[in-house]
């Protein structure tokens, strides 16, 4: 937040939806509360505040360490190491420990393929898939410690090349499969992986989308890439590199449905994923085994209340940190039934979640606004077609949820008896912040408090906390599943998270707080737009329009979108002597999609003939918002070309 004043209190709902005296009791989080003889949510909150006492005594339920931690917390900012001294892998705890147990038989992943094809896949079963694929790697000479990029779809084969790698201490970098052949050459040169996995092609809206052909076109410049394993989802035919390229079905034939789980320290690298910043290049942000087994498993169990018999769809997609953390690792450790879903919300028609959830009895749905936005827009019919009265339990994640949203989630899908988790969290902070239990009563758009042993605030930008204002929303303390730092960027760490106040945690959003210390989070505070609840930096996208030849110069702004939250805004700056034209806006549209992926192709590209600069040349994306919006643009007067703000309105 630039600005001195803090940012009009826009919303303010006053309804209060409070869970039922029979649901509470149930819950998991009351049968913990009552064990430590706790009588209510602020008790609770307050009790949690002896932090080490809390995470130590909560990991108790949800690991199983092969030697146990010496200290919970060693705090040497910005570095936090959890469960120091554990000997630990969270395979362990997510297959291992079930699959020679009493969850052998039950099922992992229910898999619906676009299709209408299915799998089911038992933790017996799951195990001996990890373990031949996990053997194969090691054939290949990966170990400990080496790099894996995985570009797969959503498919039972992702969890399984993530549970592989983990096994024998490989670092596993997920890319999105939505991403571009270039996003994922970056993320694959930036990790240095030694080994892609990926696939033929998968189905999506009906059509296959070509991942091995782009998975080529990355490793056209990727030098550390010694082998690619593919995995035959739709039997296309694909381009064959003799030397680089397995077959996943020939490489596991012959291995051992054992594999020895690689004894790690707690506080060693599980996986990298790339997130969006402010400035071009996404940061390769770092999770370890152990901390990040029990803040996410914690909070699973609590906040998703998650029971033995529940049939669970965390309806995101693997390739983000909410598909890492609350389709893999948490409900496997939890030994939880999850859905797997293959394609597009609304293919081939717009009832086929509600068609899924029938199907499978789901019990909880945990989803984002934007797709709750989305089939509001289609209108309830769709709905009514479906009997969803299994599901008990809903959530939300990824953008602020509006009211109206809320309130149609609440009464279409969960037939106003299912309270709404709104969980406020971050790739970074890689399990759930601020966020409800299912104990605590909700104000439909505030995600409610933080996470018990979480504490969260709001600073103004002088570091005093702030109430009844927007202002920073700031992380006081580490909590387990925090990152441990950024690869190869420890300054740019330093730099995006500590420096603006001492050993506390920006997170880069802005939020308010209200007098009962609920938290209502109102958007980004930094130059990062959230576009259906994905994080894309905007210099990104405007270095991805600069890398186009008739391209001089970018600015890229979000503006307040009905469905996506918001829509991505490029005003462009043509060289000398190149006219502008419809074709070339759709040519731009289409080179920015090439460069990063569908997701970041601007919604609007506007040319103009400047863009508005400060002396230091950083581009005034504050300025060029307030201006599109219709708001005060204030003193431009300490702009380095200050009719740059006048051209605006001459855009073509
Ligand atoms: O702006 C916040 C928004 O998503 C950002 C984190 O994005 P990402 O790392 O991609 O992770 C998304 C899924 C965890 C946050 O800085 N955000 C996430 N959850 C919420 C939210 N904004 C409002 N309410 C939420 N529940």
């Not at 983000?320 to 293959?342: C, D, K, M, Q, R």
Request: charged share 30%; with cysteine; aromatic share 10%.
């Amino acid at each position: 937040m630039a600005e001195k004043e803090h940012i009009a209190v826009l919303l303010d709902e006053k309804r209060v939806f409070k869970p039922s005296k029979e649901f509470v009791e149930k819950t998991n989080v009351k049968k913990w509360m009552d064990k430590h003889g706790i009588k209510t949510y602020d008790e609770l909150l307050k009790k949690a505040e002896d932090y080490e006492w809390f995470w130590g005594e909560v990991s108790k339920e949800v690991v199983n360490w092969i030697e146990p931690p010496r200290k919970i917390l060693e705090w040497n900012p910005p570095y936090a190491n959890w469960f120091v001294g554990a000997k630990y892998n969270i395979v362990h705890d997510a297959l291992d420990r079930h699959a020679k147990g009493d969850k052998k038989d039950k099922i992992a992943y229910i898999f619906e393929g676009e299709p209408g094809d299915t799998r089911k896949i038992t933790y017996g079963e799951l195990y001996k898939e990890v373990n031949k694929l996990a053997n194969a790697l090691k054939k290949l000479g990966i170990k400990k410690g080496d790099r894996v990029s995985i570009y797969l779809p959503m498919i039972p084969e992702l969890p399984i090349a993530m549970l592989a790698c983990a096994k024998i201490g490989a670092i596993h970098s997920v890319v999105f499969s939505g991403f571009s052949a270039l996003a994922l050459r970056e993320r694959i040169n930036d990790c240095e992986a030694k080994a892609v996995i990926t696939c033929d092609s998968f189905y999506r809206r009906g059509k296959k989308v070509p991942l091995k052909k782009q998975t080529d076109e990355a490793l056209e410049d990727a030098p550390s890439v010694e082998h690619v394993i593919v995995y035959r989802r739709t039997g296309d035919e694909i381009p064959w590199d003799e030397k680089r390229d397995l077959w996943w079905h020939e490489i596991i034939k012959d291995m051992s449905d054992e594999c020895e789980t690689e004894t790690m320290d707690a506080n060693d690298p599980l996986f990298f994923l790339y997130t969006s910043g402010t400035t071009g290049k996404p940061k390769g942000v770092i999770h370890c085994h152990g901390g990040y087994a029990v803040g996410t498993a914690v909070t699973l169990k609590w906040v998703f209340d998650i029971k033995d018999d529940d049939i669970y769809w965390c309806a995101a997609d693997i390739g983000w940190i909410t598909g890492h953390s609350y389709i893999v690792y948490a409900p496997l450790i939890l030994g939880a039934t999850s859905i797997i879903y293959e394609g597009a919300p609304n293919y081939p028609n717009p009832d086929r979640w509600w068609e899924i959830i029938e199907k499978y009895k789901v019990t909880i749905l945990y989803t984002s606004p934007t797709s709750i936005r989305l089939f509001m827009r289609y209108g309830e019919e769709w709905v009514k077609k479906h009997d969803l009265n299994s599901i008990r339990l809903l959530g939300s994640v990824g953008e602020p949820i509006n009211p109206e949203a809320w309130i149609w989630y609440y009464t279409h899908i969960g037939g106003k008896k299912c309270q709404i988790m709104d969980t406020w969290w971050q790739t970074e902070t890689g399990q759930f912040c601020i966020t409800p239990l299912p104990i605590t009563p909700l104000k439909p758009g505030s995600a409610t408090k933080p996470f018990p042993g979480v504490s969260a605030d709001v600073y103004d930008n002088e570091g005093k906390s702030i109430k009844n204002a927007g202002g920073n929303l700031v992380l006081t303390h580490p909590w387990p599943a925090m990152l441990k730092g950024l690869y190869k960027a420890d300054e740019r760490y330093r730099q995006t998270y500590w420096s603006r106040f001492k050993n506390t945690y920006l997170a880069g959003d802005v939020a308010r707080k209200d007098d009962d210390g609920y938290f209502w989070i109102q958007g980004r505070a930094d130059d990062v737009l959230n576009v259906s609840g994905h994080r894309i930096g905007n210099s990104e996208v405007e270095s991805a329009l600069v890398s186009h030849e008739k391209v001089a110069e970018a600015a890229v702004i979000g503006k307040p979108h009905e469905l996506k939250g918001e829509s991505i805004v490029a005003f462009v700056v043509l060289k000398k002597d190149v006219e502008p034209s419809d074709e070339l806006k759709k040519e731009l549209r289409e080179h920015v999609a090439k460069q990063m992926g569908k997701i970041a192709r601007p919604d609007e590209i506007w040319f103009v003939a400047d863009v508005p600069k400060t002396r230091s040349g950083k581009i005034m994306r504050r300025l060029i918002r307030a201006k599109v919006l219709g708001q005060g643009t204030g003193d431009t007067s300490t702009l380095a070309n200050p009719d740059a703000i006048k051209e605006l309105e001459k855009a073509k």
